[in-house]
């Protein structure tokens, strides 16, 4: 079954202490992203990778970081967490169908609470 | 820029309401289009699409027709269900086909 992983599902952190939220997908994608879900702000790009080792920053990059070794994966890594990222992240991978558009496929989100 | 701009929720109606939510969009080139649905507790699932203009996406019961002109995409539904209470999210994704654009989603809610 085509999916994209996303662990943990619920994750509760203290301020400052490093913390990583894995991805993978098993449909073989280039292309892989992070978001971030708040309220009256919907989806948000953080990060996207458009192949291993290719990682660049989406519109809020900030106080992350990404890295893409393997094709598969794409983890989110949060060196500091503060406060203010606490909100509903989500990974997506996606690839050109070869039918003239792009398909994303998102994970189950991982709700994400820095105290 | 690339950008989607969606009716601010949100919304509730009976069951059997007709449904529409509103959704534009700035683009250069051109883009494709989808709707995606996010049920409680879980991730966006791709409800329709439209590559290209004129063309209309259709799946259970919900209907969006891609309008060039209008810089459209708007959502549609005849009869709402219950169990169609979720979030949806209008997109894009740009003509070179990776980076996608939402907008910040519609919550609807459908009671009996």
Redesign the interface.
Known sequence: EAQ?TQNPRYLITVTGKKLTVTCSQNMNHE?M?W?R?DP????R?IY?S?NVEVTDKGDVPEGYKVSRKEKRNFPLILESPSPNQTSLY?C?S?S?TG??????F????TRLTVV | GNSVTQMEGPVTLSEEAFLTINCTYTATGYPSLFWYVQYPGEGLQLLLKATKADDKGSNKGFEATYRKETTSFHLEKGSVQVSDSAVYFCALSDQDGNQFYFGTGTSLTVIP
């Open positions: 994209v292309y992203s978001y879900q009256g702000l919907g989806l790009q996207y458009m989500f997506a996606s050109n039918q003239g558009y792009t398909e994303a998102f994970g189950q989100g």
